[in-house]
């Protein structure tokens, strides 16, 4: 059943079959702050000049360390952060300086899964209430409507229906961020920010979500911006995988390619990092040192080059690499897997 939306909803050019759903050119996100003693003004650089797109149907994965950049630009792209620069297009219409108004009629075609299920969710409200209000924004609709698609949602997601007058306290973290989920679908959106929505649950639950978003990207046609830190469960999610450092985007592929044949030594460690049961786990392991360098003063040239395991060359001191194809479609940041690429071609 679909209902007629409260708000005039945007005209968007009419899809093709090349185009793609989101598409993101040179954006950055910078946060200003005051650093020392005498409050001096510095920028912190979240987001430093990324661009990717994200076809309609499929999930991209964002996977990086804590810190990278990776909830800031996908609630950037969602303009959640308004943009310090770059181009953000939905479905062909650039969005990137919409008014408030405009905006509220967008907010049904993009959502966001957030991290913290309990968080999230309103403890004054029941079920009922938190779903319904999404509803009662941007459709017109009876009660009896209303209180129908309640219902609909919650089965949607495995929520028995008889459970809508229970408050979130009363549900457990893998309950909640069912509800979570149920609410993102209340508007019916095309695209879905995903940040982190199993971080914050057991192993044993985190599964059952990641079934769950996989069932209703099949059943709704959905698109999703999936984000975690953890590279197993960014291959159990996505089509293609893009790896963040220090606000951008080092390497961008298919998961295969990403997961079977990393480029990046960035990309390379991450993997490594993830728990093997073997005898010679660890006996291939990368060598990493240092911490993540602060994003108010990122290192110049390369900004992974102080932790590379590769032999850096001045060039990657002075030189900020690209993203560039070294085949198939596999998108690779690194003066010197570019420099082995011409060398061998």
Avoid at 277 to 306: I, M, T, Y
Avoid at 311 to 335: M, N
């Amino acid at each position: 059943m679909t209902y007629k939306l409260a708000s005039d909803a945007l005209n968007f050019p009419e899809k093709t079959s090349y185009q793609p759903l989101v598409q993101v050119k040179d954006l950055r996100k910078h946060f200003p702050v005051k650093k020392g003693l005498f409050g001096k003004q510095g920028i912190i650089r979240a987001v430093d000049g990324v661009s990717f797109e994200i076809r309609e149907g499929e999930v991209l994965g964002l996977v990086g360390e804590s810190g990278c950049g990776k909830s800031t630009l996908g609630r950037t792209i969602l303009r959640l952060h308004e943009p310090s620069k770059g181009q953000i297009l939905f479905s062909g219409r650039d969005i990137t300086h919409l008014s408030w108004r405009e905006l509220r009629s967008l907010r049904t075609e993009m959502q966001l899964i957030f991290q913290d299920p309990y968080a999230s969710l309103n403890p004054r409200q029941t079920v009922r209430q938190i779903l319904g209000l999404p509803l009662r924004l941007h459709f017109e609709m009876t009660e009896a409507e209303r209180e129908q698609r309640v219902h609909e949602l919650m089965q949607q997601v495995g929520i028995a229906p008889k459970w809508a007058r229970y408050y979130p306290h009363q549900f457990s973290g893998g309950q909640c961020q069912r509800i979570g989920i149920a609410r993102t679908l209340a508007v019916n959106p095309r695209f879905i920010v995903a940040d982190e929505p199993v971080a914050a649950l057991d192993v044993s639950i985190q599964a059952q979500i990641i079934n769950l978003l996989k069932q209703l990207q099949q059943e709704l046609d959905l698109t999703y911006l999936f984000i975690a830190h953890d590279l197993a469960v960014i291959s159990q999610m996505s089509d293609r995988i893009a790896v963040m450092y220090l606000g951008k985007i080092v390497e961008i592929g298919q998961r295969d390619q990403i997961i079977d044949s990393p480029k990046h030594p960035y990309t390379q460690v991450l993997l490594e990092s993830v728990l093997e049961v073997s005898e010679d786990a660890g006996s291939k392991r990368l060598p990493l040192a240092g911490e993540v360098p602060s994003a108010v003063n990122p290192p110049s040239g390369c900004r992974f080059h102080p932790r590379c395991p590769l032999t850096v060359v001045d060039a990657c001191r002075k030189q900020e690499p690209e993203l560039r194809d070294l085949g198939e479609g596999q998108l690779v940041a690194c003066l010197l897997l570019s420099k082995m690429s011409k060398e061998d071609s």
